[in-house]
């Protein structure tokens, strides 16, 4: 039987395996280096982070805050009665605009507040307050215009024969008893100039009081006059004096409108001291107040825009800006949150539509 060589056939297929194997080596690694990027072209985790950091602590989210509110005029004036009458006229009805100026009723005066007209209108204080003056300045004149004139013409001529005496004295014509005599008329004569002259300053003195009070008298009654045609709304200079004194008026002191008449304000009621018959506001602009919970409160600042939108007007939208932020809460107990009322002034109120005290919700816009 032939022998046959098996070695040499062996060490062909192990050359042959080993040379695929490094073939299949050789194709994986170019098979990589084919799909994978260049490590130089990958960009680090870290740097990528940063890029986003700034991009997200830059975008700052809008919030829109809402808030319940009702409407008010920016003030009120009220119109009163300060003296008490009947009501004669009522010429103006809630909701009416009005002038200032404008007469919004009629009424006369009671006999007790008429009694207080009468005694500040036909007062006599002045009228003696000027005579008490004009007796002063009249004694004053005749004092230094005619009594020390005359004073001092006789005073002068005391000296003059005082002086021809002693001539005459130095010559032996007259005796010293002469000389005497009118040495004693010159002292008599300047002793009553010089009480004449003090008379004189206390006349002075006199007057300056008397003017005192006639201008006091006169500023009290001007002030006086001038209550009373604020309070009665008619005037009472010396032409009007002669007029029914009874006769009052309530006027319009601003431009506005009628918010409220007093349902006891009628014709013919008779009203005391002090009574308020209406009142008077502006319509336009208006302040809006909402309550604002702690928490919305530190998110908005004055001035800050906002939208309006009332309950009965809901097709429309009204801007205001934020006018008022309080400092003091309106509960200061510890154990609840503290809530504020915020007051935001609409731009504009057109036509009136807007009423006092309608309900509302604003919106503002802040940023977080």
Not at 48 to 57: E, F, L, M, T
Request: aromatic share 4%.
């Amino acid at each position: 039987m032939p022998e046959f060589n098996t070695e040499r056939p062996r060490r062909m297929a192990r050359g042959l395996g080993v040379a695929l194997a490094v073939l299949v080596a050789l194709s994986s690694l170019a098979l990589v280096a084919i799909t994978q990027e260049p490590k130089k072209a990958v960009s680090s985790p870290m740097p990528a982070k940063a890029a986003i950091v700034p991009q997200i602590a830059d975008a700052k989210s809008e919030l829109e805050i809402h808030l319940r509110g009702k409407s008010f005029s920016v003030f009120k004036r009220p119109i009163v009665m300060y003296l008490g009458g009947v009501v004669k006229d009522v010429k103006v009805t809630e909701g009416q605009s009005v002038k200032a100026g404008d007469t919004l009723a009629e009424y006369e005066l009671d006999p007790q507040s008429l009694a207080q007209v009468y005694n500040v209108v036909k007062t006599a204080n002045v009228d003696n307050a000027k005579k008490a003056l004009a007796d002063a300045e009249m004694a004053l004149k005749k004092l230094e215009e005619i009594a020390l004139p005359i004073k001092q013409i006789a005073l002068d001529k005391i000296k003059r024969e005082l002086s021809n005496i002693k001539e005459l004295r130095g010559k032996d014509l007259v005796q010293d008893s002469a000389v005497k005599n009118l040495e004693n008329q010159l002292q008599v004569a300047e002793k009553e100039k010089a009480d004449l002259e003090k008379n004189i300053e206390q006349t002075r003195a006199a007057r300056k009081v008397a003017k005192e009070n006639y201008d006091f008298a006169l500023g009290t009654y001007t002030n006086s006059i001038a209550l009373l045609e604020w309070q009665l709304n008619r005037p009472f200079g010396p032409k009007d004096q002669d007029k029914d004194l009874k006769q009052a008026f309530l006027k319009s002191p601003i431009d506005g409108v009628v918010l409220r008449i007093n349902p006891e304000f009628r014709p013919q009621a008779q009203l005391p001291n002090g009574f308020q018959a209406m009142v008077i506001a502006p319509m336009d602009p208006l302040l809006v107040r909402c309550k604002v919970h702690e928490l919305d409160l530190v998110k908005l600042k004055t001035g800050d825009r906002a939208t309006v939108i009332f309950d009965a007007i809901t097709d429309k939208k009204f801007s205001c800006r934020i006018d008022r932020i309080p400092f003091t809460s309106r509960n200061p107990a510890l154990e609840v949150p503290a809530d504020y009322d915020i007051e935001c002034l609409l731009d504009e109120n057109p036509g009136g539509i807007i009423k006092d005290g309608m309900t509302c919700t604003v919106k503002v816009s802040v940023q977080e």
